[in-house]
């Protein structure tokens, strides 16, 4: 992706230019083969900042990331197969075996070398044998590379994987640095993913808000159409629609009950998924249902407004977390010196949460550079003890060369904005 003068800007940057999920001969739309070597070269430079000879990667998005091969939500994370990428070469892909191995082997032309994982985990007196071959199935990787002397970085730390991988006599050291970094700045393709997802996603909100929320019906049957409407769009996975009206907006629920809509109910709806091409959309909307917003809701949909949008104008390139948690409401994060997730930035990407988080628990006392392409969700919410309903607003943007590109334009309620 390159500048054009006639846009005056970058493509991947302006929000209402957002390419079909179908290929043409035509057009240049989202590049995959040019995403996955992008991904795969960042990869490679945050291991050499590390001083890595390899990479061990367990974490379904960190495997996804530097091989591109994804086969469903349900096995991301549950240590049934990996991948390892030694420094000076391709990936190595563990897949589970069986149907599994063969479709990774069909689907995935670009990985020259495909091969059985071996699984460990929930295999009783089998474990320490099951799990001394899978590290010597890895260590025969890194032996083959020639990187088995060196540091060995490794994304999530199992008890009996870190001993079986140590018993090979590697070098096992905190690998999740490198591939955090990796992923929490963006490529072209990647943001074009972004646009594409925010896309689908302000039209269910556009949908849940003008034809489907209304008096008598139920939060869940709201959280159903969503998914439905998602899923029709062609959306990887439905990460979770979370519904909360009335009474379950204070103290703020964030799950959906089966709990009736009424008439003058506030209505918060945040959505989490992952779209076509396999990067998240995440922000929330809140209107009124069927009736006219009061003074004091109005109040606090702009508190909750104001402070958002505050946090996101500190957003820019150079800039710190701490500029931007800064402008973020106190409330229990300050309290308690933890995280709430309600007043809060995070980077999303294939992940709901990767990269960085901010948060005036630690943000302000230890800030992070924020850096072009980097893509945050702001979400901020205006809740105090005694009230009967609450506000809650989130965006998604991306950190552009000049500042800050919204994302998601799924509009703000006017009434409540008067």
Known sequence: MTYHPFIAGQHEYHPRRVYSTTGTDWRGRV????????????????????????????????????????????????????????????????????????????DAPWLGDVRPAITWKWSEGAEPEMAARMAGSIADVLREAGVHTEKVGIDIMDMVAYQALTQEGLTIVNGWPAISQARVVKTPDELECHKIAAAHGDAAMWMAKHEWARPGVRE???????????????????????????????????????????????????????????????????????????????????????????????????????????????????????????QFGHSIGLSLYEGMWISRAYSLKYPAELKQNMYFAIETFAGHPGLPQTVRLEENLVVTDAGYEIFTLCEHDEEMLR
């Open 31 to 106: 590049n995959f083969d040019r995403m996955r070597k992008d991904r795969l070269a960042r990869a490679r430079e945050m291991m050499e900042k590390h001083d890595l000879g390899a990479l061990i990667l367990f974490v379904g998005e960190n495997v996804r990331y530097v091989t591109g091969v994804w086969q469903g939500n349900w096995k991301n994370n549950i240590f049934i197969r990996y991948a390892v990428l030694p420094r000076g070469r391709d990936p190595v892909l563990f897949e589970t075996v069986g149907s599994d191995l063969v479709n990774a082997q069909m």
């Open 220 to 342: 869940a049957e709201i959280t159903a159409r969503v998914n439905e409407y998602l899923y029709r769009s062609g959306f990887d996975f439905v990460y979770d629609i979370i519904v909360a009206s009335g009474g379950n907006t204070s103290p703020y629920r964030r799950w959906h009950t089966d709990k009736v809509i009424r008439q003058g109910d506030l209505m918060i709806m945040d959505i989490n998924a992952v779209g076509p091409g396999g990067y998240f959309v995440d922000f929330v909307r809140c209107w009124k249902v069927a009736a006219k917003p009061t003074p004091q809701e109005r109040d606090l949909y702009k508190e909750c407004y104001e402070s958002m949008y505050a946090a996101i104008r500190a957003v820019r390139p150079g800039a710190t977390t701490a500029d931007v948690a800064r402008h973020f409401p106190e409330y229990d994060d300050d309290k308690y010196g933890s995280v709430s997730l309600q």
